[in-house]
């Protein structure tokens, strides 16, 4: 039987990435399974755009450059979608939800999960538990 795949959402990234962030221990656990268990994962060139904006302005143009090596280093694991036309305009049925905080980006995400069969993701991002998706913790 083929494993689900798992979408990787930034709230995951930066908390693997940064050490002061709350989430870090739970995130470091979480990746080390991934890793164990050969899990499929996915995220999107809009999450790698928005993770490496937030490193880099909350943590320092070194850590976004470490991001990168790690990409790079994970690229045979981590399957990188890029967003479709069609995509970007199913988020707009998402992003005009009244939600509190609902990024673009997440909206995008919800499609492309929907679009790819996706029903698990590693984040601490609450909006994907809301939007009918399984948080994996």
């Known amino acids: 039987m083929r494993q689900k795949s798992v979408f990787i959402d930034s709230s995951f990234f930066k908390a693997l990435l940064d050490a002061d962030d709350d989430f870090y ?18 995220t999107t060139n809009y999450i790698i755009d928005e993770i490496l904006t937030l ?5 320092g143009l070194e ?3 470490d991001f990168r090596s790690v990409l790079t280093e994970y690229a045979s694991s981590i399957k990188l979608i890029r967003v479709t036309v069609d995509d ?3 988020a707009w049925q998402w992003f005009e939800k009244d939600w509190s905080k609902l990024s673009y980006t997440d909206c995008v995400s919800f499609v492309v999960m929907k679009r790819l069969g996706i029903t698990h993701i590693a984040t601490f991002d609450e909006h994907f538990k809301r939007a009918g998706f399984t948080l994996v913790s």
């Open 88 to 90: 970007d305009a199913g």
């Open 63 to 65: 850590l976004a450059l």
């Open 25 to 42: 221990m739970q995130a470091i656990k979480i990746w080390k399974f991934f890793l164990q268990q050969s899990t499929p994962l996915v």
């Open 55 to 59: 490193i880099r302005n909350r943590c």
